[in-house]
C-alpha cells in the first residue's frame, strides 16, 4: 500500500525520460540539418528542453525508488514551477492570439491580414526580428507555386483561388492597391493606384521581393504563429493536467519517504 505511490511515480519518470531520449536526438538532429536561418534557432531551445526533462526524470526516478528524500523534494519544488510556467504562458497564449484575423474580400477566395489588427506584444517581436524571419519565409518558398502559375491563370481564376495567410500576405500586393493583374506575381500599378496603403510602394515584380516587406506579409506570419499558438495553449492543458497528477502521485511518495525514514529512525 505505502509502496504504489513510489513505484507508480517510477513509472512515470521511466516514461518521461524515455520521452525525452527523442527529445534531445530531434534537437541535435536540427542542429545538424539547419542551414537556413529557419531552423537555426530552434534547435537550442529544443535540446535545453530534453536535457531538463531527462534530469528531472532521473531525480524523480532515484528519488522515488532509492527514497532520497531531499532530491524528491527538489523535484516537487522543480514540477510546482514547471506546473506554475505553464499555466501562465497557456494563459498568455490565449491573450496574445485573442485578436485579429483575416478579412474576407469580397468576390475573393482568399482573405487579406492587416498587422494592426494584431496584438501588440506579437507585432513588437516580429518588426524587431523581421530581418531573420523574412529571409526566413524567402528560403521557405512559400510563393512559388504562385510565381510558376505565370500569365496561364485568367484574372478571375486567381480571384477565386484560395491561399495561405503568407500567401497572402507576402506573394501578392494589397487589394486595395488596385494593380492590374499580369499574373499572381506580376503586377502593374495604374494611374488610378492612389492608396494610403504603404504597402502598395513596397511591392515589387522581383520574385526574390514581391511582398517580403510588407506589412501584410507580417500580419500573414502572426495569422500563422496565431493559429499554431491555440493548438500549443490546447496542448498545454493536457499536459498540464498531467504533471498534476505526476505531482499529486510524487506528493504520496514525499510523504511515505518521510514516513518511512522516521521508522528507521525510531525502531
Ligand atoms: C511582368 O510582366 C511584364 C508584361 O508581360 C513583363 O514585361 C515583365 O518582364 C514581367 N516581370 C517579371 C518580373 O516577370
Known sequence: MVRVSNNLLGILNILTFLISIPIIGGGIWLSRQANTECERFLDKPVIALGVFIMLLSIAGLVGACCRVTWLLWIYLFVMFLLILLL??????AFVVTNKGAGEAISGKGYKEYRLGDYSNWLQKRVNGNWRRI???IQDSKV????IDQGSETPVQSFYNQHLSALQSG?????????FSYVSPTNWTSTST??????DCSRWSNEPNILCYNCESCKAGLIDNVKSDWKKVAIINII??????IVYTVGCC????NRADNSWKRYP
Open 87 to 92: 499555466f501562465c504562458f497557456t494563459i498568455f
Open 134 to 136: 523574412r529571409s526566413c
Open 143 to 146: 510563393c512559388k507555386s504562385l
Open 170 to 178: 507576402c506573394c501578392k500586393p494589397s487589394d486595395d492597391c488596385k
Open 193 to 198: 493606384s492612389s492608396s494610403t496603403n504603404s
Open 239 to 244: 499536459f498540464i493536467v498531467f504533471l498534476i
Open 253 to 256: 511518495a514525499f510523504r511515505n
